[in-house]
């Protein structure tokens, strides 16, 4: 497994709050689910109010 480093934003209660996360995944697409799903349930987002801005190794 390799590990990417995500960065974005997500829509908090006074505006946009920037974010920079690194995981473990197979690929690309595991590690932009992974991410979504994970802001999702601790910030109780859907993901139309994230943006994945980029995904690199």
Do not use: C
């Not at 990417?4 to 690929?27: I, K, L």
């Amino acid at each position: 497994m390799s590990q990417f480093t995500v960065t974005g934003r997500f829509q908090a209660r006074d505006g946009y709050a920037a974010f920079e996360t690194t995981v473990d995944a197979e690929n690309e697409d595991v590690a932009r689910e992974y991410v979504l799903s994970r802001l999702g349930s601790q910030h109780g987002l859907k993901r139309t109010q994230i943006e994945l801005t980029e995904v690199s190794q």
